[in-house]
């Protein structure tokens, strides 16, 4: 019997579509995520929020529509309308496998199925509302979901309103009154092309940042020491603007063998090495190695040992390098942004905000946020290096700055490295958190001078 193809059916079926798209985007979304893969390395564009949303949506909503031809005209539609998804699943993986980056249509694949069954199963349900009545919960329920999933997708979508520029450059100029430097590229004999600032003469301070940021946070401790010493900041491969060798695994080792090697092409010596967050155990690493290369050291709110899963960093590794982090920074750079502002105590004028978060903006940028955190925990062996290093540099005067504020990295640590470090002086800051130097940049300067006068 042909369908009659009113108002009233053509709503109808519009929102027996509508429905069944709320619930694939999640399951989508969730597939997306359960297939293994390095997380934020490992995870493909195509795959990201802003797209799969309208994707499952038009889907859902052809697909009720479909169906409903389906059973005007065939008494086993249900049957058919399933097997035409699945044919037509099976195309769009073959056409993925064609023209889709390598390993594609194999990570997408499990969320294609997982939503080719799903609507096969549910959209017959829903079309036939009689058999399943709504309740006035059911229905506050399902538009809620669906407000959320579109606030979610307008915050995608604005997450990337970046022009993605060539990042191997400078990507944006920076104001000269917000970081007046000169930025220079080194390009490293294993491949690696690294954007740095060497300011000022005299004895070297080197800079390590952590994550998510880059060389920029240190902007304001090199424009108050480099009239008196050289300093020199650089960012890793993957973060700000630096980019890493062909086949580059971006894991913590491989970022303290280039911070190694770019030492050497610029021949540091007698450097004092100052660092925060993943700067510690990079930097450290480094140092363990050559410890003949390095005078001194600065730390601040870092540590240099396997971190358990129990401990609150430890929960935090399993937490922001798990599903829900790389979801949040791959879909909206939220890792990056919730990060800095959550982790200074002021309030950063907008401009430096968008600076400090602009490098991860790019689609192709963000997945080194997302992979840090995990390493905190996967990253056993080279934090055994490192912690074994330690012993080299028992004999190095240490300058601690402390953020009590930061609960990733609590007393313990501050007291193991204590201990490490016999010949320390110490400074805590009661209101400070992880961004410590955004708050106390003036004192820290103070300190700095004051330690590197000291050791002559």
Not at 100 to 127: D, E, N, R
Not at 213 to 231: E, V
Request: net charge neutral; hydrophobic share 45%; with cysteine.
């Amino acid at each position: 019997m042909q369908m009659k193809w009113t108002r009233t059916n053509s709503v109808r079926i519009f929102v027996s579509g509508w429905v069944v798209s709320i619930f694939a985007v999640v399951f989508a979304n969730i597939a997306v995520e359960a297939f293994p893969h390095t997380r934020g390395l490992g995870f493909f564009s195509d795959l990201r929020y802003a797209l799969i949303t309208p994707l499952c949506f038009l889907s859902a909503i052809l697909s009720a529509f479909l169906y409903e031809i389906l059973v005007s005209r065939y008494e086993r539609a249900k049957r058919i309308f399933a097997t035409i998804l699945f044919i037509f699943a099976g195309m769009i993986l073959l056409l993925l496998s064609l023209i889709g980056p390598p390993g594609l249509a194999l990570a997408s694949g499990f969320a294609v199925m997982i939503v080719t069954i799903f609507m096969a199963f549910l959209i017959p349900k829903f079309a036939e509302r009689k058999e399943i009545p709504l309740s006035f919960l059911r229905i506050v329920g399902i538009v809620l979901l669906s407000l959320i999933e579109v606030v979610a997708w307008f915050g995608a979508v604005s997450s990337e309103r970046m022009n993605q520029q060539n990042v191997q450059a400078v990507g944006f100029e920076i104001p000269r009154g917000m970081f007046d430097v000169d930025h220079k590229y080194i390009d490293l004999p294993s491949g690696a092309r690294i954007h740095y600032v060497d300011e000022g003469k005299g004895e070297t301070i080197l800079f390590l940042h952590g994550n998510p940021a880059w060389s920029f946070q240190w902007r304001d401790l090199i424009l108050g020491l480099r009239n008196s010493y050289r300093c020199v900041t650089l960012d890793y491969p993957g973060f700000g603007f630096s980019e890493g060798s062909a086949g580059f695994g971006f894991t913590p080792r491989e970022q303290s063998l280039v911070v190694e090697e770019f030492i050497n092409q610029l021949e540091l010596r007698n450097i004092t090495l100052v660092m925060q967050d993943w700067g510690g155990p990079i930097g450290l690493g480094f140092a363990g190695r050559h410890p003949e290369l390095v005078r001194q050291v600065v730390l601040g709110s870092t540590w240099a040992w396997q971190t358990p899963t129990g401990t609150p960093r430890g929960r935090f590794s399993q937490i922001a390098g798990g599903p829900i982090g790389e979801f949040v920074q791959m879909n909206f750079n939220g890792f990056a942004r919730l990060g800095i502002t959550n982790g200074i105590v002021r309030k950063l004028p907008p401009e430096v905000l968008d600076t400090y978060v602009r490098p991860f903006r790019p689609l192709s940028r963000r997945g080194i946020a997302a992979f840090y955190p995990g390493q905190i925990t996967s990253a056993t062996e080279y934090f055994a290096e490192v912690e074994n290093g330690l012993s080299k540099l028992t004999d190095k005067q240490a300058l601690i700055f402390w953020a009590l504020q930061d609960a990733g990295f609590p007393h313990e640590d501050l007291i193991r490295f204590q201990k490490t470090f016999s010949k320390n002086k110490t400074i805590e800051f009661p209101d400070a958190n992880h961004f410590f130097f955004e708050d106390t940049a003036e004192e820290m300067i103070s300190e700095i001078r004051e330690f590197m006068e000291g050791g002559k």
